[in-house]
Structure formats: C-alpha cells, structure tokens
C-alpha cells in the first residue's frame, strides 16, 4: 500500500476525529465491514470540527437562522445517537490540532495495517473522552504502544518523512473533491454521510436485492 496514494481498495472510509458525526459512524463501519468480510482502507481527512450554534441577534437574516437551527439539529443528533452507542463524547466544539495523530494513523495504515482498527477504536475513544491530545506526537506513539506497534519508530519518522507523507495524502484527497467526513469511497462511487451505510453494505455486497433507499 503507497503512504501518499488512496489504495485501489474496495471500501474506503475517510474520518476526522475531531468530528463527532465521524466518532458516530466508526463502529457501525467497523461491524459492517467486518459482517461482509470488506477489508478497509481508514483514511484520516481534515474535514473540520463541528460548528457550534451561533448566538441569537436581533439582526439574524433568515440564513443565519437556518444555520443556527441546522447546528442545534445536529448537536441534539450527536447526543441522542452517542447515547444509542453508549459513547462519551465531551466537549464536541473542541478544535485542536489532530496532526500527530493522523501521522501514527498513516505510519500504522502503511507498516502494520491489521492494528489499525483496534487503534482507531482506541484513538477516538480517548479523544472524546479527553484523555488524548491529538498534536501531541508522544501520546500517539503511547496509543501505538497499546496497539503492539513501535511508538518510537513512529515518532523518528514523524519527525522526518511522516509530514510530507500526510500532505501528498491531503493533496490528493483535495483534487478528489474529498474533504468531508465521514466518507466512503465504494470504487469510484462517493457517499457522505453515515445514513449511507446501507447502500454501501448493498454495494458490497454484490447489488442483490432490493436497493436501501
């Protein structure tokens, strides 16, 4: 597999962990892909933290009100579908800097790809739970540690190669047009969206029966 090319995979699955609608979307990945035997190829976008609700005015057009409603909507879809996973998401407007940890995301996916998963799991388990910083090189090669991976190889790397390998990744998914999450790529076709997993499952699984829409 390339460190700076999206592999020619069957199903590939594009997250930010500082989004929570991607933290919602990754064990109902993780059970699918695992029910059809599809082999994933897990992606790290900087698509962006979520936006919080701005604060009423008395000059709010109607734009600016549709925006504020669409925040709440999914700041109460976060809540209720965290409870449904029974997930601790804390502080969902946090926005710091996920660059360490994408970098040990691509070292694992390029050296020791049957770990990504269970660090992935991990990862954003810790994020949201406020218990990893994300920019902190230190703490990821701690959660490669955890995952039987070579933290220290990791961080040699980050500090070298790692940062030009996760912009040539990031060019490529912008020339895609692919900057949001959570994403799937099923060949060439592209869903956004976690609503979208049923028709993923449906491609997957070789078109057959009624289309899940």
Known sequence: MSESKIAEARL???????????????????AMAREVGAEVDWLPVVAGPLKRPSAPGADDDRGVRH????AQAIAREVEVYSAGQN?????????????????G???LRERQSERLEAFLL?????YW???????SPSEVATLLNAVDADGAEFQAWAAGDGPS?????????HERGL???????????VFVGRQHLPMVRWILEGRTGRVPI
């Open 165 to 173: 390998v996760a912009s040539r990744l990031a060019d490529e998914l």
């Open 12 to 30: 590939s699955i594009l997250l930010d962990v500082r989004h929570p609608l991607a933290y919602l979307a990754l064990r109902p990945a993780v």
């Open 105 to 107: 995301w691509l070292w």
């Open 67 to 70: 925006r504020r409603a669409r």
């Open 87 to 103: 997930l601790v998401l804390k502080e969902i407007y946090r926005a710091p800097d996920p660059a360490a940890l994408n970098l």
């Open 122 to 126: 991990e990862a954003f388990r810790a």
């Open 179 to 189: 900057s949001r999450t959570p994403c799937y790529l099923v060949g060439e076709e």
């Open 129 to 135: 739970a406020l218990e990893l910083d994300p920019s």
